[in-house]
C-alpha cells in the first residue's frame, strides 16, 4: 500500500500569510495527488485535484503543485474561514491512502 | 445540484452488523461512482471502498474484505454500506462521496454529511 505523510502535523499562521503544506507518497504517484479541507463538524471538501487543477468553486489562493512523490499545497493570504485541517489523498493505486492531515491554526 | 444525504446515526453492540444508505440527487446515479471514507474521533480519514452504481461492481482494501459489503439500488438512487463483526474500533463518521473520474485521475467533488455508527457494549 502507498503510504503519504504530510508535514507539518500542525501549523500556526495569521491572517494575510502565505502557508505552504507538503505530502509525500512512499512511490511515485504520477499527477494522482488530491488536497481536501475539512473544518469542524463538516465533511471534507476537494480544494485541488490532479496535484494541480483547482475545483470549481474553490478560491483561486489556494494552489497545488508536484508529481511523482513530492506535492504542496500553498494557500496565499490566508482568510479567517481557511483555519480548518488538511488531507492530501492519493489516487493511483488502491487503496486510496490519505496523509494524516495538517491543522492550520489561528496564530 | 448534487446533494448526497445519509442515513441517521446508529448504535450497535461489539459483533453486530450495520447498514448505512447515501442517497443521491441532482445528477444522473448510474454516471458516477460512489466511495465509502470513514474518520474515527479525532483522527484522519480511512478509505473503505469504491462502488459502481451501474453493474454494482465494488472494490476493497484488504482490511475490509468480507465485513464490509456495498450495494445500490438504482430505482432510488441510492448507496448502501454495510459492515459486519463491528468492533469498538469501528466507532467513526463514515461518509459516502461522489467520484467523477474514477480509475483514472479519481477524486471525490461531493460528500454526504457522514453518519455517526457507535460501537458499545
Known sequence: DIQMTQSPPSLSASVGNRVTITCRASQSISSHLNWYQQSPGKAPNLLIYAASRLQSGVPSRFSGSGSGTDFTLTITSLQPEDFATYYCQQSDTPPYSFGQGTKLEIK | ?121
Open chain 2, 1 to 121: 445540484q448534487v446533494h448526497l444525504v445519509q442515513s441517521g446515526a446508529e448504535v450497535r453492540k461489539p459483533g453486530a452488523s450495520v447498514k448505512v444508505s447515501c442517497k443521491a440527487s441532482g445528477y444522473t446515479f448510474t454516471s458516477y461512482y460512489v466511495h465509502w471514507v470513514r474518520q474515527a474521533p479525532g483522527q484522519g480519514l480511512e478509505w473503505m471502498g469504491i462502488i459502481n452504481p451501474s453493474g454494482g461492481n465494488t472494490r476493497f482494501p484488504q482490511r475490509f474484505q468480507g465485513r464490509v459489503t456495498m450495494t445500490t439500488d438504482t430505482s432510488t438512487s441510492t448507496v448502501y454500506m454495510e459492515l459486519s463483526s463491528l468492533r469498538s474500533e469501528d466507532t467513526a463518521i463514515y461518509y459516502c462521496a461522489r467520484d467523477p473520474s474514477p480509475g483514472d485521475m479519481s477524486y471525490f467533488d461531493y460528500w454526504g454529511q457522514g453518519t455517526l455508527v457507535t460501537v458499545s457494549s
